[in-house]
């Protein structure tokens, strides 16, 4: 598993249990859709914190939350 496959299926487990799409989303991180697009299709490899800032605010959570869970503090991530 990648760093970015972590990050990928948090964001992804977050917004089902939350009942909502990645646009909505973005909407509530006031982040592009683009750029969220962009990270759940694996094209950003390494998200920046300042936007992983904005997605964790408009989850209504905090960064450390939201990077909080098995895969990313279990795991040993291959390089990508």
């Known amino acids: 598993m990648t760093y970015s496959d972590a990050v990928i299926k948090r964001l992804t487990a ?3 249990e939350r009942h909502i799409t990645i646009n909505k ?3 509530l ?3 592009t859709q683009s750029t969220v697009d962009n990270l ?3 094209k ?3 998200p920046k ?3 992983l800032h904005k997605l964790a605010i408009g989850l ?3 960064v450390s939350e939201l990077l909080d869970f098995p895969e ?6 291959d390089d990508e």
């Open 14 to 16: 977050l917004c089902n």
């Open 25 to 27: 989303l973005a909407t």
């Open 29 to 31: 991180s006031g982040i």
């Open 40 to 42: 759940i299709k694996g």
């Open 44 to 46: 950003t490899k390494n």
């Open 49 to 51: 914190l300042k936007t």
């Open 60 to 62: 209504d959570m905090t």
């Open 72 to 77: 990313m503090n279990e795991t040993v991530f």
